[in-house]
């Protein structure tokens, strides 16, 4: 269970990205957080794991107030979080299998890493989530020689390979096309169903909230103005959306909106 | 409020002129720009007035340049024109500037909305002419000098003649002659023969010297055996006190060139030469000498080929620890330059500010330079090449560095940081991936240039080829300055090439 508290970002600069924001998302849940851009999406999620530390509150991860740990322990707690992005964040240089299997680094003795020897479990692991993905066959190239939504699955197979308990996912779609998008979300809906992992994930366009999410978050300006179930999202209506997402907030395009069923995972590869 | 008069902008409308257009003419008639800038186009007349002293001063100088002894005015402008036709044309340009700028000046006050550019392609024109004449161009020059330069210029692209010898040997052969012949005394004897030695006998072996009053000295009949066939043989002598001269004959010098099988025969009227001092002997014994200088054995690499490849092996080093130690050095220092890493603390700001002025300061003096001061600290040689081309290296390799730290791209960073990797372990998978490719990028390009400037780093003192081909060039050596070329220009293109490869392996 992850647990949200008072949480305060200001940053050096002054600007105030999130403002007392407190809520509580239970194992299991796919959480889906809208707002505009610059509405503090990405500072909140990036506050659970620590990658920007918050100015004040707590994160409550299972007991633990990730607030307060450093070093090692800070370390392994980031280990139970896997996170993917919106521009993937691979390491373009490297290849998929590199970029992969450095999921595991906060599992292994820094020299070993330094060297570059994962064991073979590791090495196995990293095929069977490339395999899960549909993109074993890529596994030598270069990232940036993939597509992106391929790109995104290496992103996802890469977090996959800290057995994490809860995935953060900052606008995982955004640049991608809307068929690509429903692609990489039913795979983290799969993996939010099958594999009881909890989702945190910020997203834009409503067909896929509502599509997607058990329960949303709205932020405007660093706060929550909003906070509704699975039912009250699917029977909202676009004016009521765009109350709290603003004008922004748009439909991928209807063509593909409707009967999702055909979008096989990793059929579109 | 202002228009900008070097862009063509016809939509932007001044403000109407100060003074109507006769008078802008008529102002710059007397100041040339004063016009235009009354018209409200003070950036053209500011432009033109500027241009137009400054090419009246350069005229004035190059006038007064070409007919330096004169002194009367009329007089010097006479002879400056005469000698230097180029000058003719400029001030008739000049003129036509002149006129044209009270054109504009009309024009410009006349009408609001107009800012004609032609006027500035002939300021150009003019500035052209006078970097003509001010560069002593000289195009009849460049052809019909080319012809005289040809044959120098045809051995330095054909050198390799000089890029073999053959090692020479002295051959010497000696026979004693008496002077003058007496009765008590027999004439020396014929040397004796000593297998495969040249051999050289006189007939007969005494005589009498040419005198003072021409009454000539004895016919000689000289022989010569065992020498090297088709080779030059001078012919000399030994007084008895040890001095050497060469055989004239009608004023040439006497020298004779072997047959086949090495044998000669040429005769000489013996020389007239002051005798030494009186002394009781009867006669002298003075040495005759036949002397060959002539190859022998196979041909060999001449020396200044060794020279070359010896300092062009010299020249690829300097190169090459120039960039070692650039690459040391640049290292540490990059961070420092690096604004991303260096923007924490007023301190550090303070840090990068001072590692990156000293950077550009240093990068941009030229190796040359550099060379010049090293060569002042350590002397001559390799090292002050390497010296200075390390020097250089450093400011330019940090820039080139730092810049690439500043562009990583902070996403892997963060994406490597989420799955729980310390601060190693991020470094070593997000931060090294992404400047590998462009550091050794960076440091082939540097290593490039390094061994470029080291060929001509030994022009100032520098060491390696360089210095060779200086030295060559100045002793109008033109087959070894060719050969030293030559290598500079293949070593050059091997790099070339090289680098290449190494760059399409590794980015
Ligand atoms: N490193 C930073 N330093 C200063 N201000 C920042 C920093 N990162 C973000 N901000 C500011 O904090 C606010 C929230 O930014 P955040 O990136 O969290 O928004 P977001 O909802 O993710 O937006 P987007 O949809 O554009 O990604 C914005 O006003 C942003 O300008
Ligand atoms: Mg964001």
């Known amino acids: ?269 | 409020m202002n228009t900008n008069s070097l862009q063509h902008t016809p939509s932007k409308k001044r403000s109407p002129s100060l003074v109507p257009p006769y008078l802008a003419a008529i102002l710059s008639a007397l100041i040339p720009g004063l016009g235009q800038a009354l018209a409200r186009a003070m950036r053209r007349g500011i432009i033109l007035l500027s241009s137009f002293v400054t090419i009246l001063g350069l005229m004035a100088w190059r006038i007064r340049l070409a007919a330096r002894r004169d002194t009367e005015v009329f007089a010097i402008i006479k002879k400056a024109y005469h000698l230097q036709p180029v000058l003719v044309v400029l001030s008739v340009m000049v003129l036509i500037l002149y006129l044209w700028i009270i054109y504009d000046a009309y024009i410009i006050a006349k009408d609001a909305e107009r800012t004609p550019v032609l006027l500035f392609f002939m300021l150009i024109a003019v500035f052209f002419m006078l970097g003509w004449q001010i560069g002593e161009i000289d195009p009849i020059a460049f052809v019909t000098k080319a012809d005289d330069a040809a044959p120098a210029l045809a051995r330095v692209l054909w050198p390799w003649e000089k890029a073999i010898s053959y090692p020479e040997e002295h051959l010497l052969a000696t026979v004693d002659i008496q002077v003058p012949c007496t009765e008590e005394d027999p004439p020396p004897p014929a040397p004796e023969k000593i297998e495969g030695e040249p051999y050289f006998w006189a007939t007969p072996t005494c005589g009498d010297l040419k005198t003072q009053d021409g009454i000539p000295g004895t016919i000689l009949t000289i022989r010569g055996e065992n020498f090297a066939p088709d080779t030059k043989v001078n012919i000399l002598w030994e007084d008895p006190i040890g001095n050497e001269f060469r055989q004239r004959q009608e004023g040439e010098y006497v020298t004779t060139i072997p047959d086949a099988k090495g044998e000669f025969e040429v005769e000489i009227e013996m020389p007239y030469r002051l005798l030494p001092p009186h002394a009781d002997a009867d006669f002298y014994i003075w040495d005759l000498k036949a002397k060959q200088l002539a190859t022998v054995g196979q041909a060999e690499p001449s020396m200044e080929l060794k020279l070359a490849v010896e300092k062009i092996v010299e020249t690829i080093f300097i190169g090459m620890m120039a960039t070692f130690f650039g690459i040391l050095l640049a290292l540490p220092l990059s961070f420092f330059a690096a604004r991303n890493l260096m923007s924490a603390s007023p301190i550090t700001i303070a840090i990068y500010y001072l590692v990156r002025g000293v950077l550009n300061i240093v990068r941009s003096i030229e190796p040359l330079i550099w060379a010049i001061i090293a060569v002042i600290v350590v002397g001559l040689g390799p090292f002050a090449g390497i010296l200075a081309l390390t020097v250089h290296s450093i400011a330019a390799l940090a820039k080139l560095y730092s810049e690439s730290i500043e562009s990583i791209d902070p996403g892997p960073i963060e994406a490597i940081q989420a799955t729980g990797a310390n601060w190693l372990q991020t470094v070593m998978y997000a931060v090294i991936p992404q400047i590998i490719p462009p550091f050794v990028s960076f440091t082939i390009y540097r290593w490039d240039i390094n061994i470029r400037m080291s060929t001509i780093i030994g022009f100032v003192g520098g060491g390696g080829i360089g210095f060779l081909l200086a030295q060559w060039i100045r002793l109008l050596d033109y087959d070894s300055a060719g050969i030293a070329v030559w290598f500079i220009a293949v070593t050059v293109a091997i790099l070339d090439y090289v680098s290449a490869e190494i760059r399409e392996r590794f980015v």
């Not at chain 1, 073979?120 to 066959?137: E, N, P, Q, S, V």
């Not at chain 1, 997203?203 to 300006?221: I, N």
């Open chain 1, 1 to 269: 269970m992850l647990e949200i508290r008072h949480l305060t970002k200001v940053y050096d600069d002054g600007t105030v990205a999130l403002k007392d924001v407190s809520f509580t998302v239970e194992d299991g849940e796919f959480l889906i957080i809208i707002g505009l851009s610059g509405s503090g999406k990405s500072t909140l999620l990036r506050c659970i794991n620590r990658l920007v530390d918050p100015t004040e509150g707590d994160v409550i991860w299972n007991g633990v107030n990730l607030t307060e740990l450093e070093g090692e322990e800070l370390r392994k707690a980031r280990r139970e979080m896997g996170m993917i992005f919106q521009h993937f964040n691979l390491v373009k240089r490297s290849s998929v299998f590199k970029n992969v299997i450095a999921g595991r680094l906060g599992f292994m003795p820094t020299w070993r890493s330094l060297l570059g020897r994962f064991n073979d479990a590791d090495r196995k692991k990293a095929l069977t989530a490339l395999h899960r993905l549909g993109i074993a066959d890529q596994a030598q190239k270069r990232a940036d020689e993939l597509s992106g939504g391929q790109q995104q699955r290496v992103g996802i197979a890469r977090a996959l390979m800290q057995d994490p308990k809860m995935i953060l996912a900052d606008e995982p779609v955004a640049s991608l096309d809307p068929v690509l998008a429903h692609n990489i979300l039913e795979y983290l809906e799969m993996l939010n169903q099958e594999d009881n992992l909890t989702i945190v994930c910020s997203l834009h366009y409503l067909d896929l909230v509502q599509r997607y999410s058990t329960r949303v978050l709205g932020l405007r300006d660093g706060e929550i103005v909003y906070e509704g179930s699975r039912e009250d999202i699917r029977a909202m209506a676009d004016e009521e959306f765009k109350d709290i997402y603003g004008e922004e907030a748009q439909r991928i395009t209807g063509s593909v909106s409707g009967d999702l069923e055909e979008f096989e995972i990793g059929g579109l590869a």
